[in-house]
C-alpha cells in the first residue's frame, strides 16, 4: 500500500509539472521552382518557351508538443509559371498561377549554439488557375482552367535562434503535384501539372 502510495505522489507531480508545449507563426519568402510537364504544352507539330520559376512566400503557424515533435500549418503563394506554344503561324501563352493550404506533423532535433534541424512530412491542397490566350488557329483564342490538387508534401530546413523567441529559417519545401495534364489547348477544365517546390527564408517567432 505505501509502495502505490508513493507511485500515485509521483504521478500526480509529474501531471502536475507543465509539459512542454510552445505555440509559433512565421512568415518566409523565396525562390518557387514548378517543375512543369513540358510535354503538355507542346504541340505534336511546333515548340513552346517556359518559364517555370518564379517569386514565392508563406504564413505559417504551429504548436509544439514536445522539444521533438509538432504539428504546423500555413498558406504558400507559389508565384506563376508561364508556357508560350507555337505551332505554325499560331501563337498562345498560359499563365498559371498556384497557392497551397498545406498541413505537417513536424520533427525538430535541436543542436548545440541555438542551431536545429528539423524535417515534416504531410499533405498540401493545391490550387491552380490558368488563363490562356492565343491568335487562334491551331489554339483557342482565349481560354480558362482551375483545378485542386491534394498531394503529399514534405519539408527540410534548419533554424538559428538569434533571440529568446525570435529564429531564422531556411527551408526547402516540395508540395507534390498541383493540376492535371491538359494538352490540347481548347478545353482547359484543368490545368497543366507542375510539381512546385519552394526554398524560403524566414522569421519564426515563439510565444
Do not use: C
Amino acid at each position: 500500500m505505501k509502495k502505490f502510495s508513493k507511485l500515485a505522489v509521483v504521478l500526480m507531480a509529474v501531471l502536475a509539472t507543465p509539459a512542454f508545449a510552445q505555440l509559433y507563426s512565421g512568415a518566409a519568402a523565396g525562390r518557387v521552382d514548378h517543375k512543369q510537364s513540358r510535354s503538355n504544352w507542346t504541340p505534336a507539330a511546333g515548340s513552346a518557351a517556359f518559364e517555370d520559376t518564379d517569386a514565392g512566400f508563406k504564413l505559417f503557424g504551429g504548436y509544439k508538443f514536445t522539444e521533438n515533435f509538432g504539428v504546423e500549418g500555413g498558406y504558400d503563394y507559389l508565384g506563376q509559371y508561364t508556357a508560350t506554344p507555337v505551332s505554325g503561324a499560331s501563337v498562345g501563352k498560359a499563365i498559371i498561377k498556384t497557392n497551397s493550404w498545406n498541413l505537417f506533423g513536424v520533427g525538430t532535433l535541436p543542436l548545440p549554439k541555438d542551431f536545429s534541424v528539423f524535417a515534416k512530412l504531410g499533405v498540401s491542397s493545391n490550387y491552380s488557375k490558368m488563363n490562356f490566350s492565343s491568335n487562334g488557329g491551331a489554339f483557342n483564342a482565349n481560354d480558362a482552367g482551375t483545378n485542386r490538387k491534394t498531394s503529399f508534401a514534405f519539408g527540410v530546413g534548419a533554424g538559428y535562434n538569434i533571440l529568446k523567441n525570435l529564429t531564422v529559417r531556411v527551408e526547402y519545401e516540395d508540395f507534390g503535384k498541383a493540376g492535371e495534364s491538359n494538352n490540347n489547348f481548347t478545353l482547359a477544365t484543368k490545368t497543366s501539372d507542375s510539381k512546385p517546390k519552394l526554398i524560403s527564408i524566414g522569421l519564426v517567432h515563439s510565444y
